[in-house]
């Protein structure tokens, strides 16, 4: 649940304004956004607030490529509800992230890490601390309905040599492996 006051009817028309001027479609603004294009059919229906990170994406990139729409991308920010995020021009309110050989850049790492830390600080869950920030809605913080089958457990169960006993023993092995080495993983 987002935090800030935010504005849905400005939001729409502003949003509609910068469409039209920029001749984008809705898929454009969700990859603007860093989103897919429901996001942008979201934010036009009034139902979903921008969070700041997709929000402050698609300003920036409108007040980087179309110069001459950078009130209207200010306006979208404070219609989302994070005017008071703004400091100087629409293209500083995300700084560009330098992406890494692995694709994830070194900003973005620290930032979570920095959220980590902040959330185990405070004794709540990192979930709750993205969803306070506007990193990420609720929706977005979804368990699949069911996890892909793990493979050496589908290979322990198939085999027929196996009694259900030594079977169960197994897959209790892999799964404690499976658990310390990614609490290796987590504490790296």
């Known amino acids: ?20 001027r920029a001749k984008l479609s809705q898929t454009a603004v969700g990859e603007l956004a860093g989103r897919d294009r429901t996001m942008a059919n979201r934010w036009l229906s009034g139902k979903h607030q921008p969070n700041y990170e997709a929000a402050a994406r698609f300003a920036a990139a409108i007040a980087e490529q179309r110069p001459d ?14 005017g ?6 629409v293209s500083a309110v995300l700084p560009p992230l330098e992406a890494s050989a692995t694709g994830t850049s070194d ?6 890490t920095d959220l980590r830390a902040q ?3 405070q004794g709540r869950p990192l979930a709750e601390l993205l969803v306070e920030e506007g990193i990420v809605t609720p929706d977005e913080l979804v368990v699949p309905d069911s ?17 259900e006993d ?6 209790r092995a892999h799964l404690e492996n499976r658990a310390r080495r ?7």
Do not use: C, V
């Not at 649940?1 to 039209?20: K, P, S, V, Y």
């Not at 008071?84 to 021009?89: F, L, M, Q, V, Y």
């Not at 990614?182 to 790296?188: D, H, I």
């Open 69 to 82: 729409l950078a009130d209207l991308a200010q306006q979208f920010m404070i219609a989302a509800g994070y």
């Open 119 to 121: 959330a185990q600080a």
């Open 1 to 20: 649940m987002h935090t800030t006051e935010w504005n849905r009817a400005a939001l729409r028309d502003t949003l509609d304004a910068i469409m039209d």
């Open 182 to 188: 990614f609490e290796e993983e987590r504490l790296k």
């Open 147 to 163: 996890l892909r089958p793990d493979p050496i457990i589908e290979e322990i169960n198939a085999s027929s040599d196996l009694s």
């Open 84 to 89: 008071d995020r703004i400091t100087g021009s």
């Open 107 to 112: 900003a973005l790492r620290q930032a979570m």
């Open 166 to 171: 030594t079977k169960i023993a197994l897959i």
